[in-house]
């Protein structure tokens, strides 16, 4: 089936600038999204690009995307505690919103 | 608006045993769909919707049932439990415009098959 791969963990300094990177091999993938879940809750929807763009910025949050390289990064803006969560990527393929997720990326933001 | 409702929250059951998630959303989206979650694997699509009346499987779908007798509820039917099973199932909602991508995540069901 189409994979989608992210690094398992990620530690940074309160402060500075997170860069979580996610590849995927589906280069039919109509969006792409991040997710954020937070220990015992359920996903909460971060931000997505559509597949003809190559950056998005929403406050913090920049999101890049290379189709010829089908890779995604969501990079987050001076990282503050409330960060430290897990970051799953996802693309979405024709209709009916199905989701292919990534393994997803433990963010531990240390003071 | 209380979203995507999952019930229960928490189940254990024992091999054999029957039990059925219940997953209700009051947004009136079309497309309903199940994943389970499972340490280092991220999320895997069970079984979906994309309308009352029909249903799909998705990545996982041995072992599950389910079925969409209104826009509203989606329930997963494990017919038969086994320790394999064991994980935690969240259902999840979206609606069919273009222009409205998020999908709505349930609180999750955590299951244990002993």
Redesign the interface.
């Known amino acids: 089936?189409e994979d989608?791969e992210q690094s398992?963990f990620l530690s940074v300094r309160e402060g500075d600038s997170s860069v979580i990177n996610c590849t995927y091999t589906d280069s039919s993938s109509t969006?792409l999204?991040w997710?954020k879940q937070e220990p015992g809750?359920?996903?909460?929807?971060l931000t997505?690009i559509f597949s003809n763009m190559d950056m998005k910025q929403d406050q913090r949050l920049t999101v890049l995307l290379n189709k010829k390289d089908k890779h995604l990064s969501l990079r987050i803006a001076d990282t503050q505690t409330g960060d430290s969560a897990i970051y799953?990527c996802?693309n979405?393929r024709g209709?009916?919103?199905?989701?292919?997720?990534?393994?997803?990326t433990q963010l531990k933001v240390e003071l | 608006n209380a979203g995507v409702t999952q019930t229960p929250k928490f189940q254990v059951l024992k091999t054999g045993q029957s039990m059925t998630l219940q997953c209700a959303q009051d947004m009136n989206h079309e497309y309903m769909s199940w994943y389970r979650q499972d340490p280092g694997m991220g999320l895997r699509l069970i079984h979906y919707s994309v309308g009352a009346g029909i249903t799909d499987q998705g990545e996982v779908p041995n072992g599950y049932n389910v079925s969409r007798s209104t826009t509203e509820d989606f329930p997963l039917r494990l017919l038969s439990a086994a320790p394999s099973q064991t994980s935690v199932y969240f259902c999840a909602s979206s609606s069919r415009d273009r222009g409205q991508n998020e999908a709505f995540f349930g609180q999750g069901t955590r299951l244990t098959v002993v």
């Open positions: 089936g989608v398992l969006y999204y997710y809750a359920g996903l909460q929807l997505y799953f996802a979405q209709g009916g919103n199905k989701l292919t997720f990534g393994t997803g």
